[in-house]
């Protein structure tokens, strides 16, 4: 088959997980313009005077508001039910096919949960539409790498390929998006995947560029060149940011969790989402949609800073409800739009307390955009990258890779967690690896009951074997240091080969039956993880505990039940 690409004699052969990769872009771009334009037409029908639905919500009496998203919501739930009732057909999440299964997704309950996320947005669903996109670029990739009938790990490569393809068609950022598969879905970036990665998320955004109706989905205004000393009031904004991450993110699984505490119908709280949402915009219609025309305002706009913080605290409240609900969406674009919103009010204060010698409001918010999602995502090189992709101004730079990773760590500091399960899960073996190699030896140290001294006879060594359930008895000296153990096996071949009878036995001790370097012991400074080591060497249930290599004294013994133990509480 690769012999087809050779162009001459002397050109290389194209790789085909490269063309698989041209492939999954194209069939990306693809599906996520079909997903844009069924929300446009579901728009229309709706009445939607342009592509923001914060308009459609302006125009509607206060009676439509309140009753579109709910309605929206229960035509959304019923959708998701039917989509869930074909779980048995594949997987529709696209982290969980590529992170835990062979990259397998099902056609038919994608294109459901699609559906179900149309009537969401066009209702006025607080989320966003990436999700969406991302999941059918996704499901496109691994319908092609069913039809070639591609091996699990190609399969996975390719639905990676697809996610990325979406994303970069949903943000005009193929760079970032390659990165965001990398630094989330992956949880790194490997060489090897990352090319066709990338070759995925460009041919995708050259892809969208040559279809009508395309526009980047922000309006980025002229970034300034930014004084030295303006640089302290970025990393002050980098640390806001970050310190507001964990009530956001902890927020949006309080909804969760209310959510699913009412054991209501999936219907039913997909209404019941909706309704949140329509009773807010009664009086704030900009918490429709997923926030676009609402950022690009602020971007290019004057607020006053009791607007943006009203419109603010009504759509973090509205995205709970909706994203709570278990609607089908995306939480990046909402979280956007939080950090928009939070960089404009920093910057209308630093006007306040710096007239006339810092940037507008609106470079504020450029900045806190990607400061925030950095936060939020625990993925700040995807998000510095996003942003300055949006802008192609190089002066944006400095000041946002100063807030992004200072929001970051920041974020990490105050146990704010991430928006993707997948990160949190991530973040969580991480801290329980770290806390396994802190774990010393020294606190699962028990008495060791099986002792005897090099002088021990061979009746004591029986009499100890009959009393104990073991397979080795340790011996030490005079002056307790361990000098190695008696294994049952040795015993039962001097009995077995007659010496009791010969009247040999009775002269033997410890010392001739001693095994000197068949064990490694443990030492109370060892860590789990190294003591775990020791233990599959050795196969065996317990292990002798010495104070050093160089002062063996007998402290006891550690059971391979207590070691267990501690990996499990440790690990919850």
């Not at 309605?71 to 869930?84: E, K």
């Not at 993880?529 to 104070?547: N, S, T």
Request: glycine share 8%.
């Amino acid at each position: 088959m690769t012999a087809r690409f050779r162009l001459s004699p002397g050109w290389p052969v194209i790789p085909p997980l490269l063309l698989g990769a041209v492939a999954a872009g194209i069939a990306g771009a693809l599906a996520t313009i079909g997903f844009r334009e069924a929300l446009r037409l579901a728009e229309r029908l709706l009445g939607a005077p342009g592509d923001s639905l914060v308009e459609l919500a302006s125009v509607l009496p206060w009676y439509g508001r309140l009753a579109l998203p709910a309605i929206g919501g229960l035509v959304a739930g019923i959708l998701l039910t039917l989509a869930q009732r074909r779980r048995s057909s594949g997987i529709a999440d696209y982290m969980e096919a590529i992170v835990h299964h062979d990259g397998k997704m099902s056609a038919g309950q994608t294109l459901l949960a699609g559906a179900s996320s149309v009537c969401t947005i066009a209702s006025g669903g607080s989320i966003g539409r990436e999700g969406s996109m991302v999941q059918l670029a996704a499901m496109s990739a691994s319908l092609l790498a069913r039809i070639r009938r591609a091996d699990p790990a190609t399969m996975r490569v390719l639905v990676t390929c697809g996610a990325a393809a979406g994303i970069a068609s949903a943000y005009n950022a193929p760079i970032a998006s390659a990165l965001f598969v990398g630094e989330i879905v992956l949880g790194a970036i490997v060489a090897e995947n990352f090319a066709p990665i990338v070759v995925a998320a460009v041919v995708a955004n050259i892809t969208m560029r040559e279809f009508p109706g395309y526009h980047p989905a922000y309006e980025m205004p002229a970034f300034p060149d930014v004084h030295r000393v303006e640089l302290l009031a970025f990393v002050a904004l980098g640390v806001f940011a970050g310190v507001l991450v964990s009530p956001y993110l902890r927020l949006i699984d309080a909804g969760k969790r209310f959510m699913k505490k009412s054991k209501l119908p999936l219907p039913l709280r997909l209404a019941c989402g909706g309704l949140v949402v329509g009773l807010i915009s009664v009086w704030v219609p900009q918490v429709w949609g997923n926030g676009y025309s609402v950022v690009n305002s602020l971007l290019h706009s004057t607020w006053v800073w009791s607007t943006v913080l009203l419109v603010l605290a009504c759509k973090v409240v509205a995205t709970a409800a909706t994203v709570g609900s278990g609607a089908v969406g995306g939480i990046f674009t909402p979280t956007i739009f939080v950090g928009a919103a939070i960089g404009y009010l920093f910057g209308l204060v630093m006007q306040l307390l710096w007239p006339g010698a810092v940037s507008p409001p609106s470079t504020y918010a450029v900045v806190a955009m990607g400061a925030f999602l950095a936060g939020a995502t625990s993925a700040p090189l995807m998000a510095m990258l996003m942003i300055f992709e949006m802008t192609l101004n190089y002066q944006v730079m400095l000041p946002l890779m100063l807030a992004c990773m200072l929001a970051y760590y920041v974020a990490r500091a105050a146990g704010g967690g991430a928006m993707y399960e997948i990160t949190v899960s991530r973040i969580l073996e991480k801290e329980a690896h770290m806390r396994l190699r802190g774990t010393r030896m020294r606190d699962l140290i028990r008495p060791a009951e099986t002792v005897l001294a090099l002088e021990a006879t061979f009746a004591d060594m029986t009499r100890m074997f009959l009393q104990f359930s073991v397979k080795y008895l340790y011996v030490v000296d005079a002056s307790n240091r361990y000098q190695g153990v008696v294994a049952l096996q040795d015993l039962t071949s001097a009995m077995v080969d007659g010496e009791p009878q010969k009247g040999n036995a009775p002269d033997k001790t410890a010392a001739d039956f001693l095994r000197r370097d068949f064990l490694r012991p443990v030492t109370p400074e060892m860590s789990l993880d190294e003591a775990m080591q020791c233990f599959m060497a050795h196969q065996g249930e317990r292990l002798p505990v010495i104070r050093s290599a160089d002062d063996p004294q007998l402290l006891g013994a550690v059971y391979k039940t207590s070691l267990l133990e501690a990996y499990r509480r440790l690990s919850q």
